[in-house]
């Protein structure tokens, strides 16, 4: 994402980013290795190539989709501004808590996200890759899975927007998304023919129902609801104990800070989000399922912390 993504509202944080803000970034913006040299989604990029698109085509984004995909398509409930009729029928976002959460509005970055649909018209997209449906664009489908190139995942290629797997015999392609409150995948395995749309008004992850309709050798994950967490009152100045920079990645900094005599957090071209105490060392976030344990030496000083997200506990070293 880019550095200077820094939101008024981190319940709807991509709204405020503006055009000049994103040319600012690009303009003062080195890479940290050679084109080509590495495989790393980016959310940045695809939100630059639409806005890219929409310069070359004289018109913005949501018009290019509709006149160029959607239209041909039948594809009539896929816009990014909703009618008062589909208004009605837009399914409330909730995080992975149940909480309702706010709808995000990326206005600059249209491409990497900003595009509402349905289940029926995201398989009639999946009928036209699959050659179900007659259409001008499929020679363009089938463009965009077939000069692939190699990532450091195991068995996963991609495409010009799509990831390949080719595990337990078969080659799936497919692509996930997801904003506040909202997750999506589809994919479909071109030799059997078969394609799947999952789309949940969920933060949860569905990769692993949308990959295990279309092979059941890839397993449903275990999804447990999430811990109720009650916040105790703590006394602030211990707070500044944990202020600081940790490094979870070479790239990839968590940042905690205090404001007002409360925590926050913030990881590297991410929103700030506060941490709620429920320990001395112990602190967690409300809108997502995922915590923080800070750990002292024996002289009583915070070396690191530990966050325990998506079943994992990640070790970051204090490093300012």
């Known amino acids: 994402m880019p550095d200077n993504l820094k939101p008024k509202d981190v319940e709807n944080p991509y709204a405020d980013h503006t055009v000049e803000q994103l040319y600012s970034f690009l303009s003062n913006?080195?890479?940290?290795r050679e084109i080509g040299a590495k495989y790393e989604?980016?959310?940045?990029?695809?939100?630059?190539?639409?806005h890219i698109l929409s310069l070359k085509a004289s018109r913005d984004y949501e018009t290019l989709v509709i006149?160029?995909?959607?239209?041909?398509l039948g594809m009539d409930s896929t816009r990014i501004q909703l009618s008062p009729e589909m208004q009605e029928r837009f399914a409330t976002?909730?995080?992975?808590?149940g909480k309702v959460v706010k709808n995000w509005d990326i206005p600059t970055l249209a491409g990497a996200g900003a595009l509402r649909s349905t289940a029926n018209d995201l398989l009639k997209f999946l009928a036209a890759n699959l050659g179900?449906?007659?259409?001008?664009?499929?020679?363009?489908?089938?463009?965009?899975y077939s000069n692939l190139k190699s990532t450091d995942i195991p068995d996963l290629k991609i495409g010009l927007g799509w990831h390949v797997l080719t595990k337990y015999g078969t080659e799936i392609i497919s692509?996930?998304?997801?904003?506040?409150?909202?997750?999506?995948f589809i994919g479909f395995d071109p030799k059997q023919k078969t394609g799947v749309v999952v789309v949940s008004n969920s933060a949860n992850e569905v990769d692993d129902l949308g990959l295990h309709l279309l092979n059941q050798n890839y397993k449903l994950v275990k999804h447990t609801p999430p811990k109720q967490r009650?916040?105790?009152?703590?006394n602030p100045k211990i707070y500044d104990?944990?202020?600081?920079?940790?490094?979870?990645?070479p790239n990839f900094i968590l940042t905690i800070t205090k404001e007002n005599d409360k925590l926050y957090a913030q990881a590297t071209n991410q929103p700030k989000v506060e941490l709620f105490p429920e320990a001395e060392i112990q602190f967690f976030i409300k809108d997502v399922d995922a915590q923080i344990t800070f750990v002292k030496d024996k002289q009583g000083q915070v070396t690191h912390l530990i966050l325990h997200q998506a079943g994992q506990s990640l070790e970051a070293k204090k490093i300012q």
């Open 29 to 32: 913006y080195s890479p940290t």
């Open 41 to 50: 989604y980016s959310n940045l990029g695809v939100g630059l190539l639409g």
């Open 67 to 72: 006149t160029r995909i959607a239209q041909p």
């Open 93 to 97: 976002g909730h995080n992975q808590s």
């Open 132 to 144: 179900f449906t007659q259409s001008t664009l499929f020679p363009a489908m089938q463009t965009a």
């Open 175 to 184: 692509h996930n998304g997801g904003t506040g409150g909202y997750r999506s």
């Open 230 to 234: 009650q916040a105790i009152a703590l």
């Open 241 to 249: 104990a944990y202020i600081g920079q940790y490094q979870l990645a």
